[in-house]
């Protein structure tokens, strides 16, 4: 449908000069079937080659196009103007991390502690690595859920305790430490719950379940960090009646 | 290297939607609780001071000023249990079934359970024996 506009207002920050972020506002045509991500590519292609941020797949599958769209953190390639607009389509950076360039956020802190659940399958090297570990659909439905994580960020910039408290370890490096922790292949969910049973671990949660509302992959990260409590409350507790014993 | 800008949160992040402000109410209403449990401590420590104590206390409490107060906390306490046994249902880390439960009918059951008990309470309190 040709001959409507949409007004865009988006954050622009521009390092090198030293001032604050501050709203653009750019007037665009738009049709029902076009995303916010499609609006942003339109500014840059027709008005303002000068804009930037981070997008690569356009189908919710890479998680790098994170914007808070109307106050709201969500995937711009999955959000329909006509959903969100009511005259202005306000695109924000992700909140709860450091600026680098207008919606490009600074991600680092999340991939060390990404790093720190060693998001990957733990094996003992003493372990007999040439058979096969066979999965039953049974196992992988045990984690499939916290599988889907794609590392969008939406869940760290939804969550309030994470702004107020940057040293939490945050909703998506929880989710896919339990991802890993149930897979029965696994053999690293002791030094994992050792690092989440902490202060800045599973403990900062409140609980406020914002990540999970948010997630575009229904990841439930607010439940997956529930069910860590639970593991490490009885890793600890079998630690302390059953010193010796497998932490598994 | 290019310089960020840091974050910074606005003061009133929590009033951005309601969600946000529901789980303020039901923090603010775990802080509740802990002021009924003062009141409570001190309804014991002036029983044991004697009548005139204890009377004088309760004659405090029955104040419209404080009478007032009272309902406002009671609601925010109220609102922290609702919200509690809402959260129950929505992480369920011991599941006795092959999928987990809608945790609206967790929820139903948990507040079933607790009228039943409150009403458990108030009987034996005001009405039994």
């Known amino acids: 449908m040709a001959g409507r506009d949409v007004v865009f207002r988006v954050k622009r920050y521009r390092p090198e000069s030293g001032g604050k972020p501050a709203y653009q506002e750019y007037r665009i045509p738009y049709r029902d079937d076009m995303v916010v991500l499609d609006g942003l590519n339109y500014i840059k292609d027709y008005i303002d080659p000068t804009l930037t941020y981070r997008w690569s797949c356009r189908m919710g599958i890479c998680g790098s196009c994170g914007a808070n769209v109307n106050g709201t953190p969500r995937l711009t390639c999955g959000t329909y103007i006509r959903d969100v607009h009511k005259g202005t389509v306000t695109v924000d950076p992700l909140a709860n991390f450091p600026i680098l360039k207008d919606l490009v956020v600074d991600f680092d802190d999340f991939l060390t502690k990404l790093a720190s659940v060693t998001p990957y399958i733990v094996r003992e090297e003493s372990g007999d690595l040439s058979k096969e570990f066979v999965q039953y659909p049974e196992d992988v439905e045990a984690y499939r859920q916290q599988s889907l994580c794609i590392n969008c960020m939406l869940c760290y910039a939804a969550c309030p305790v994470f702004g107020a408290s940057p040293e939490f370890v945050g909703p998506a490096a929880s989710a896919l430490a339990l991802r890993y922790i149930r897979d029965t292949r696994d053999e690293g969910a002791d030094q994992r719950l050792a690092r989440l049973n902490t202060k800045s671990g599973i403990w900062e949660c409140t609980f406020v379940g914002e990540c999970s509302v948010v997630c575009p992959k229904d990841v439930d990260p607010a439940a997956a960090i529930q069910t860590l409590k639970f593991l490490a409350t009885m890793r600890h507790m079998r630690r302390l009646l059953m010193p010796g014993a497998p932490s598994r | ?129």
């Open chain 2, 1 to 129: 290297m290019a310089r960020e800008y840091p974050w910074r949160r606005r003061a009133g992040w929590w009033l951005q939607n309601r969600r946000y402000l529901a789980f303020q109410l039901r923090e603010l209403g775990g802080v509740v609780s802990a002021i009924y449990g003062l009141i409570f401590l001190n309804l014991l420590r002036t029983l044991r001071a004697g009548e005139s104590a204890y009377t004088a206390f309760v004659d405090m409490m029955r104040t419209p000023p404080i009478l007032y107060v009272n309902l406002v906390l009671f609601a925010l306490l109220v609102w922290h249990a609702v919200t509690w046994f809402m959260l129950i249902g929505k992480s369920q880390p011991i599941q006795f079934t092959e999928r987990p439960l809608p945790w609206r009918a967790v929820f139903g059951v948990n507040v079933l359970l607790w009228i039943g008990v409150s009403g458990a309470v108030v009987y034996l309190i005001f009405g039994g024996f």
